[in-house]
């Protein structure tokens, strides 16, 4: 077995790499087509992973929709539904979000030594908290999950979490869908936290597909299989 996942983040932002203004409304940035494309990415894989602001931010469940899927995944032994998975530093969640309330699967909540002892008597009964060292170290939410079965993983957000695996050396493929508008506005979120990022020009990822989706565009990068 592996020493951790294989990772995969998936994305949606605009053209000018945003994935959401400023307003309180979430802004759709995929169409029902792409949707279903995402769909089919979670079946494949063994666990999805957001970080503690999307939760908040977001609410979303992060099942696999389709009957059909689930049902393939039943025939083959797998579970109907992916593991859950969360990091957080300070244990800000609210058992009654829909990561927690939805799905027949295990939720994992990896978080900051300090916030454990609180954040494991608040979540008691709907998730199971795990210390992930102080700060959270991704490695280490790597490590436990790939000995907890898990061998592929998927990222979706937000851009904290996509920024970490990416500086850390820790992703493999990028499934980025690019819509086609602009958002322009300094204070919305981005795909990836700018000036994180040091520029390596030398080793780029390498552009595995590009399949366009109606107005969107999905572009498949593979990294380099990297640090561990």
């Known amino acids: 077995m592996s020493d951790r996942p294989y990772v995969l983040l998936s994305c949606a932002m ?25 769909d089919g990415v979670r079946a494949t894989c063994d666990a999805i992973l957001v970080g503690a602001e999307t939760i908040r931010r977001d609410d979303p469940k992060l099942l696999i929709k389709s009957p059909v899927r689930q049902e393939r995944r039943a025939a083959r032994g797998l579970p109907r539904q992916l593991t859950k998975v969360t990091l957080t530093l300070r244990g800000d969640l609210d058992p009654t979000s829909r990561f927690f309330t939805t799905g027949d699967c295990p939720k994992l909540v990896y978080a900051g030594s ?31 999950l790939a000995r907890r ?9 937000g851009g904290g979490m996509h920024t970490l695996f990416l500086t850390e050396g820790l992703a493999d493929e990028l499934h980025l869908v690019v819509a086609p508008f602009f958002i322009g506005d300094p204070s919305a979120p981005r795909f990836v936290h700018p000036g994180l990022f040091p520029q390596d020009p030398a080793h780029p990822m390498r552009l595995a597909e590009v399949t366009r989706i109606g107005d969107l565009a999905l572009l498949r990068y593979l990294l380099k299989r990297s640090r561990t």
């Open 149 to 157: 079965g898990v061998r592929r993983l998927m990222v979706e957000g």
């Open 14 to 38: 605009s053209v000018d790499g945003y994935i959401d203004d400023a307003r309180p409304e979430r802004l759709r940035l995929s169409s029902p087509a792409d949707f279903d494309r995402v």
């Open 114 to 144: 300090r916030a454990v002892p609180a954040l494991a008597e608040r979540l008691e009964g709907v998730a199971e908290v795990i210390d992930g060292g102080d700060p959270v170290d991704v490695r280490l939410v790597l490590a436990d």
